[in-house]
DNA sequence: GCGCATTTTGACCACTTGGTAAAACCTACG
DNA sequence: CGTAGGTTTTACCAAGTGGTCAAAATGCGC
């Protein structure tokens, strides 16, 4: 396997081919469905080849997990206890569902891995996820009980604007299947959403 | 393979062992994360024991499915026109978070299943699924055109019933992570959910 | 307990899959 | 050039997988 920082112009157009590919292949196919021949096909690579990048199919994985972990977190870690509450809330949902809209194979990844028990992530949800969330959820708390929203449980408010926002990523076929397939449902559940959550935050 | 109608003690005993397994291994590891072999383990089969029974995989995961497809309806089918809007819809989100909490096996399968792209179910999410939230859509729409609730998009209204209840059941190690491991999410959501759509539709 | 249909098993097969070894091939640089 | 280091390919395992088959074992009505 060649080196990890010194990167030649080959490798890092291979590495960065092969963590495309996989982002294609894991998120369409989960863990187990995914085969290197695939990934490797998908990169335009001979599977040899890509492993003579990656050491296993359990590297290829961890390394795009690796790579997309900090950007899933982003959209919450700038919620902002200075702002509006309510502001800040719906910011948080707004740039939950453009990612969702704009990145459904990393947000398929997630939900893959999750689903199936997050046998190679749990850590990382015990310990990073948990720490941030529990740190924003007290901001909330702080906003629930100064009366600037309505008392709400942080948490599950929380739960709420993933489940809502990932939906349309993650169960995009079934979505389609019910809205007609050249339907964009993007528009109509930003208005939803917002609906949704400033009728509910509204002291 | 055995006759379809006339069914045996034995017959019964092991289909039903069959079903219960493949449930629980499918909705454990997808589609293509389960083998035959576990499915017979875990049923307390051989594999070509179990292959006597169903001819293939395929026909295992089909008969599952077929299975629990109506139960998993059911509660859309009961949400009545002529009920009150929004003990209609509230009592609609109970029966979900009822289905997430006590059958996430099941919520787990159809999970797995569109996560990635449904291609054993879509014909059935584009006939019988959308035939059902079009003629659900229509009576929401109607209560909203009444003034009787919240103007709101039916469609999307229903999808935000999937979501929130059906994440406690699919990322349910998610959820624990956060919460704690012996945390008993399911009472906190529902207060939650009947929070957000109380405030949320009540006109 | 007999005879027949049902059920179960053990041995097996073809194919896929993750991964390896070593030789062949580039390519930058003196 | 030429050669050293990096890169790619060819050929190849060993394990796992879905599925088959004939023979053995078992149930069951009489």
């Known amino acids: 396997m060649p080196k990890a920082t010194p990167q030649t112009r080959i490798q890092k157009k291979n590495t960065d081919a092969i963590l495309e590919a996989a982002l294609e292949v894991f998120s369409a196919n989960g863990f187990r469905g995914a085969t290197v021949d695939m990934i490797a096909n998908e990169a335009g690579l001979s599977k040899p080849n890509l492993l003579y990048y990656f050491a296993s199919k359990e590297a290829i994985h961890a390394a795009v ?27 948080y949902m707004h740039r939950k569902l453009d990612l969702a809209r704009d990145y459904p194979r990393e947000s398929r ?6 689903v199936q028990g997050a046998p ?18 007290k901001v909330i708390a702080a906003w ?34 019910i ?17 949704l959550f400033t009728r509910m935050l509204r002291p």
Not at 109 to 114: K, M, V, Y
Not at 120 to 137: G, N
Not at 180 to 189: E, K, W
């Open 144 to 177: 629930s009980a100064a009366g600037r929203i309505t008392p709400v449980d942080p948490y599950h408010l929380i739960f709420s604007i993933w489940s809502m926002t990932q939906h349309y990523a993650d169960f995009d076929v079934q979505v389609h299947a």
């Open 120 to 137: 190679r992530i749990l850590t990382i949800l015990q310990t990073d996820l948990k720490d941030l969330v529990d740190e924003k959820a």
């Open 65 to 91: 997990l690796e790579r997309l972990l900090g950007t899933w977190l982003d959209p919450l870690r700038a919620l902002e206890p200075a702002g509006d509450p309510l502001l800040e809330i719906v910011g």
């Open 109 to 114: 990844l997630f939900a893959n891995e999750i």
């Open 179 to 195: 809205l007609g397939g050249d339907h964009d449902p993007y528009p109509d559940a930003r208005r939803y959403l917002e609906t």
